[in-house]
T-cell receptor
Framework: KAGVTQTPRYLIKTRGQQVTLSCSPI?????VSWYQQTPGQGLQFLFE???????NKGNFPGRFSGRQFSNSRSEMNVSTLELGDSALYLC??????????????FGEGSWLTVV | DAKTTQPPSMDCAEGRAANLPCNHS???????VYWYRQIHSQGPQYIIH???NNETNEMASLIITEDRKSSTLILPHATLRDTAVYYC????????????FGAGTRLAVHP
């Protein structure tokens, strides 16, 4: 069974550009969440989607957005990139509806460098 | 979500048991305790989770105190590949799969 797949794995963007990252959850998983990891702030929750609806959002500016498609695949977008957006972006998926006791699996992440 | 406290670093000799503690004194009755680890900034790897009973799987054992204010992750026979940052996280029921990561414990396994 394939794990959580994230593309691209590595990318370099210029300040002011935008970027779209993609995540394919484990087959059958309907919950997808996104995290940002930086050396200074650690791992931080961005948002979570279930059945194409955003149910929870972390404390990030509106430049960070996401969506989920009917096949549970998800994308996140960062507009007007800043140097501080350089980070490892992680996607995680889970089978169930947010009930405690779910097992949440992470992908290997997308490394974004903003220059 | 419960705030968790972990020691910043620990050492363990290869082949010995690694016991990683976690304090979660504010945990509520329906919060599970999750453990993940991260190696060299790869994606976090799920290890184990539990509510109030001790749990064991092929990777580790989780011992939760009766009052649920603390827990210990046990890697029974640590190997060099277990060197990683280990995170203890409390997740609230209905928390929409939102994991709040702290700084974790950096475990170094040495020969």
């Amino acid at each position: 069974k394939a794990g959580v797949t994230q593309t691209p794995r590595y990318l370099i963007k210029t300040r002011g550009q935008q970027v779209t990252l993609s995540c394919s959850p484990i087959s059958g998983h309907r919950s997808v969440s996104w995290y940002q990891q930086t050396p200074g702030q650690g791992l931080q929750f961005l948002f979570e989607y279930f059945s194409e609806t955003q149910r929870n959002k972390g404390n990030f500016p509106g430049r960070f957005s996401g969506r989920q498609f009917s096949n549970s695949r998800s994308e996140m977008n960062v507009s007007t990139l800043e140097l501080g957006d350089s980070a490892l972006y992680l996607c995680a998926s889970s089978l169930q509806n947010g009930f405690s006791g779910n097992t949440i699996y992470f992908g290997e992440g997308s490394w974004l460098t903003v220059v | 979500d419960a705030k968790t406290t972990q020691p910043p670093s620990m050492d363990c000799a290869e082949g010995r048991a690694a016991n990683l503690p976690c304090n979660h004194s504010t945990i509520s009755g329906n919060e599970y305790v999750y453990w993940y680890r991260q190696i060299h900034s790869q994606g976090p790897q799920y290890i184990i989770h539990g509510l109030k009973n001790n749990e064991t799987n092929e990777m580790a054992s989780l011992i939760i105190t009766e009052d649920r204010k603390s827990s210990t992750l046990i890697l029974p026979h640590a190997t060099l590949r277990d060197t990683a940052v280990y995170y203890c996280i409390g997740m609230f029921s209905g928390g929409y799969n939102k994991l709040i990561f702290g700084a974790g414990t950096r475990l170094a396994v040495h020969p």
